[in-house]
């Protein structure tokens, strides 16, 4: 439980501080025979920083519940 709460809290803090991820995808826009056009695509995907803090504090509390039932 102990590591479980660690990763929590790590991915939590991970989530605060990064506010969302940029991908870039290429789309086939034109195929004629031989001839392919590609463009690429910019993604984003975003969440807020509301559930980093809520992670942060599911891990700290599974941290620290486990540590004390030894």
Do not use: C, R
């Amino acid at each position: 439980m102990k590591k479980a709460g660690l990763v929590l809290l790590a991915i939590g803090v991970l989530i605060t501080i990064f506010n969302g991820v940029n991908f870039v995808t290429k789309e086939k826009v034109v195929d004629i025979g031989s001839l392919e056009i590609s463009a690429d695509k910019n993604h984003s995907v975003n969440w807020s920083p509301y559930l980093g803090v809520v992670l942060i504090v599911l891990g700290g509390g599974a941290y620290l519940l486990a540590g004390k039932k030894s």
